[in-house]
Each structure stands twice: as C-alpha cells, then as structure tokens.
C-alpha cells in the first residue's frame, strides 16, 4: 500500500463528513479509539499535547472539539483543579460527557465560539480541525479569541500514517481507502499550516509524534478495525472478512498500526 503524503482531500464536505461519523455514531466512539490509541500505544499523545502546552494554573485553555473531554482530564490533573479550562464541542453527546466528569463544557460549533475576544491563553484542537467545513472561518474565529501571544496547538494524522492499517483493510475488502476517510491526512502539516500567516498566527514548530500501537490478540485488532470510519465508510465490509486475512496468514498477531501524527504549534501576533 503507498504512503498518502499529504494525501488530503480539498474537495469533500468536511462538515457532512463529520455529521455522518460524530453525531450519527457518537463521541463515545472516537474518544474509545483515542482511549485505545493511548492504553495499547507505545507512546502517549495526551502527556505529550500536556507536555507541550506547558499548563499554568489562572489561565483559560479551551479545547475545540473536546469530545468527552480526555485532554481535558489530562490538563486538570496536571493543573489540579478545572476552573479555567472550557471544552467546546458540536455533539450535545460528548458536552454531557464532558459535565459529567466535572469539566465545563459548551455545546457551539468550533468556527463559532461564544467567548469574548482577547480572553483566552491557549487553545487546543485535537482530531478535529479536519471537520470543521472552512479552515479560514475557524483560524480567524481562533485568532479572535487568544491574547496576544496566546498558543495555539493542533494536532492530526499525518500524510503517511495507518499504512499497515489501510494495507489490512484492502487484503479484507478489496476496497482502498475513500476520499472522506483519507481527507484528513497531511492536513495539519499542509493546508493548516500554510495558513497561518494570513489569520495573524506565528507557526513555532511543526513536530512529527509517531506511535506504535500494538494488539496482542486477533480480537482486539478487529475489534479497533471495526470501530473506525474506514470499516463504517466501506461497503459490505465484515468482521469475517478480516478473520480471513489472520487464517490466510496474510496479518500476524501481534499486529502494529504505526500512528502519525503532526503537532503544530503556533503563538497569535499582535493585531
């Protein structure tokens, strides 16, 4: 299976894709895989997006597309209270989830934030930029609301990454990766950080963070393959299918997927 280097695609309706795959199916589900990615992973994305946004106790750190609220989880436990952080998240699903474990949240769209400018210290958007129907709204909505100097930082999939994944997908289906399921790739490295510039932002490092994430049993590999949009987005795809490619001998317990991912910092400019 080839690399998909900044395979993204300009030309699908994020938005759409986003109301098919978040609301239809749930936040629960997404945070399940990031939940999976961090439990089964060699390396930990959420200490690493802590360990760059350097938390300090009175500032105000929103997370666009929270959803259930795990960084936010990982930045209070780090802060030792949740007073200034705000999750923000499209799903009334995940805002339920996110005010269940004692976190503010707030149900608005992430282009669309309903906070006063110049009032917020850090913003962070986990997976989730790639949904948002136009870049420029949310970039210029972002600026509108961070201090001068005040951090940004995105993170998403990188252009080559799940290749073992996308390869074990067509062994099973015969099936290669949609548009929708490949249009987040090498956003966050491409279009993202290309425009930054032009919204008020400074681009401070751009950092590939790679994680090996290993499944000891068939069971649980399927059981990841089957929760992605990958399997939900293919056509008469089946959990059989997969148990074949194992008894074919064509996949090896146990198996690696090897997450990329790009992190992108960035400090807003003075007006």
């Not at 109301?19 to 959420?46: F, H, I, M, V």
């Not at 420029?136 to 972002?142: D, F, I, M, T, V």
């Not at 509108?144 to 289906?173: C, K, Q, S, W």
């Amino acid at each position: 299976m080839p690399k998909h280097s900044n395979a993204y695609v300009s030309s699908i309706d994020r938005g759409a894709v986003a109301r098919e795959l978040y609301l239809k199916r749930g936040a629960s589900e997404a945070s399940a895989r990031c939940e999976w990615n961090t439990r089964l992973g060699r390396r930990d994305l959420g200490a690493e997006i802590v360990r760059r946004l350097l938390p300090a106790a009175g500032e105000v750190i929103v997370d666009v597309g929270c959803g259930t609220g795990q960084h936010l989880r990982e930045i209070a436990a780090v802060l030792g209270n949740a007073h200034s952080l705000i999750g923000i998240d499209f799903s009334a699903d995940a805002i339920r989830a996110v005010r269940r474990s004692g976190l503010p949240g707030i149900l608005a769209s992430g282009d669309r934030l309903p906070l006063r400018s110049a009032s917020v210290d850090a913003l962070i958007c986990n997976y989730a930029i790639y949904y948002l129907s136009d870049l420029g709204s949310a970039l210029s909505e972002w600026a509108r609301v961070l201090r001068t100097n005040g951090r940004l930082l995105i993170t998403g999939p990188a252009g080559d990454t799940n290749a073992e994944l996308y390869a074990f997908h067509e062994r099973a289906t015969r099936q290669r990766p949609s548009d929708a399921d490949r249009m987040a790739l090498g956003f966050v490295e491409g279009p993202v950080a290309a425009s930054l510039a032009r919204f008020g932002f400074r681009k401070t490092a751009l950092i590939p963070f790679e994680n090996q994430i290993v499944f000891t049993t068939e069971e649980s590999f399927l059981d990841y393959w089957t929760a992605t949009s990958l399997y939900v987005r293919t056509p008469g795809a089946t959990r059989q299918q997969g148990r074949k490619v194992f008894e074919r001998d064509e996949a090896q317990v146990p198996t690696v997927i090897t997450k990329r991912t790009t992190i992108l910092e960035a400090r807003r400019q003075a007006a």
